[in-house]
């Protein structure tokens, strides 16, 4: 089944999907007098409990058409519906959750071209889910995600294909410093007929560090992508710094270093293809 996740902000009660972002919270949530007064569950004062969901719906009928150069002709009858739900554990700023499941009906057509007259039906079922911790503090946490199919979104016609996605996220910034670390973790993957299959996993990691005057930033990038067809790869690898200064208004100067390095292996290819850069500007 299915799972992806949209960033929930912290809100001072209970939020719809989609909500605008709220203010981070700013002082001790007050209860209602009778839910003050029940005894609260063990955890420092946590309710390990959920709020009621807010929710909202949608349904789609499609009919399409798809004319092709070959006298290929295709029709394809879609029906898809999605239910998309958002709550929160104990306080809205402590653990946000959102979900979401669809379904997709379809039904399609294919006449013409070289190939005999064809007809096939699929049910699918997408979903996505998302956890936020902590969102609106210095150390947000989330998780997120996803499992969608190409017929319900209309982003081809030609060939259909499901998209799975997983990735999270980290940030920290220290409470007395003008810093902040970032780390980000993404996987996707896209799987279809005739053995389609491509996969991307991307790395992020980066730190910032200001004082008078100065500025330092870090980063470090990692991607793999994959196809499962071909048995194409190729690696990439990035490690950057900048150093900025502005003793004035009227003057600044920055100094830039970024070293990458590709690795590239082709369909049949005996071994992978290297190649190394180093740049830096001032």
């Keep these: 089944?299915?799972?992806?996740?949209?960033?929930?902000?912290?809100?001072?009660?209970?939020?719809?999907?989609?909500?605008?972002?709220?203010?981070?919270?700013?002082?001790?949530?007050?209860?209602?007098?009778?839910?003050?007064?029940?005894?609260?569950?063990?955890?420092?004062?946590?309710?390990?409990?959920?709020?009621?969901?807010?929710?909202?719906?949608?349904l789609a009928l499609d009919l399409r058409w798809t004319s092709a150069g070959d006298d290929r002709r295709s029709t394809q009858a879609l029906t898809s519906g999605d239910i998309e739900m958002a709550s929160y554990v104990w306080q809205p700023w402590f653990v946000q959750v959102r979900a979401g499941l669809g379904l997709v009906l379809a039904r399609s057509r294919t006449l013409g071209g070289d190939t005999p007259p064809g007809s096939d039906g699929v049910v699918d079922l997408n979903g996505r889910v998302q956890v936020s911790v902590f969102p609106a503090s210095r150390f947000p946490f989330e998780f997120r995600a996803e499992v969608s199919d190409s017929r319900a979104s209309g982003e081809t016609l030609v060939t259909d294909f499901r998209t799975y996605r997983v990735g999270l996220s980290q940030v920290y910034q220290p409470p007395r410093s003008n810093s902040s670390y970032a780390l980000n973790l993404d996987h996707s993957r896209i799987s279809g007929s005739n053995n389609l299959g491509d996969s991307l996993t991307v790395l992020r990691a980066s730190t910032t560090h200001a004082w008078t005057g100065h500025a330092i930033e870090?980063?470090?990038?990692?991607?793999?992508?994959?196809?499962?067809?071909?048995?194409?790869?190729?690696?990439?690898?990035?490690?950057?710094?900048?150093?900025?200064?502005?003793?004035?208004?009227?003057?600044?100067?920055?100094?830039?270093?970024?070293?990458?390095?590709?690795?590239?292996?082709?369909?049949?290819?005996?071994?992978?293809?290297?190649?190394?850069?180093?740049?830096?500007?001032?």
């Design 1 to 58: 089944m299915a799972t992806l996740l949209h960033a929930a902000p912290a809100a001072a009660a209970a939020f719809l999907p989609g909500q605008a972002e709220a203010d981070p919270p700013t002082g001790e949530v007050q209860l209602p007098a009778e839910a003050a007064a029940e005894p609260l569950a063990a955890g420092n004062g946590i309710r390990w409990e959920l709020a009621p969901w807010r929710w909202r719906g949608k």
């Design 218 to 282: 870090s980063s470090l990038s990692y991607s793999l992508h994959a196809r499962s067809d071909t048995d194409e790869r190729s690696r990439f690898l990035s490690v950057g710094a900048r150093h900025s200064w502005n003793p004035a208004a009227a003057l600044s100067a920055e100094t830039l270093a970024t070293w990458n390095e590709t690795r590239l292996r082709t369909a049949g290819g005996p071994a992978d293809r290297k190649s190394t850069r180093l740049n830096s500007s001032h």
